[in-house]
């Protein structure tokens, strides 16, 4: 059994990274940022609040974020591991991880502000279905439309100058002291995200000595 964590600011791949190990190793992917979107897209009395706090411009509650992976977890359907992606969010939370779970590693993917305005900036969300596209790496066919369902492509709610600056800031207040907890556990692994999507899971792989990707 594999247990991961992945860190990394918004737009540095968590998600790419984090469902290409899952879906090779047979890992359950839990995304914070997943569940929330699907509380949100299924009108549940969380996603009401997730949505009003996007609205404003506002970030998830650090405890809220808690209690969600939590019960996630305790759903132990991870029979041959799980990788955490947006997860911890401060040192305590990281405490109790080191505490409940005997993680096999964290993956730090560090990417620079700048590109990460760049990469931010340039999604683009489908009003209809929800597909995920990118104005610098994939690029739908028409102009402003989804290739899936014909759509109206939009920028998040939350992606904008603003609420990212906002973002950033917060990520890096909060990080520093997750990241110096875990490495003296030496679990850290950090990769420049800004090389393609193979060659960094063909790093992670290399570092945490787990088979070559096969996708």
Partial sequence: MRKYVIMGVQGSGKGTQSAMLAADLDLVHISVGDIFRWHVKHHTKLGAQVRRLVAAGELVGDDLVADVVKDRLELHDWNYGFIVDGFPRNRRQAEFFLESYDLDGVIHLDLPDDEVR?????????????????????????????????????????????????????????????????????????????ADKLAVQRTIRVRFNLPPYQG
């Fill in 118 to 194: 760049r990469r931010v900036l340039a999604r683009r969300l489908c009003a209809r279905c929800g597909m995920d596209y990118n104005l610098i790496a994939h690029r739908p066919e028409e102009e402003g439309r989804c290739d899936v369902c014909g759509g109206e492509l939009v920028t998040r709610a939350d992606d904008t100058p603003d609420a990212l600056a906002r973002r950033l800031a917060d990520y890096h207040d909060k990080t520093g002291p997750v990241l110096e907890l875990f490495r003296r556990k030496e679990y850290v692994l950090t990769i420049d995200a800004r």
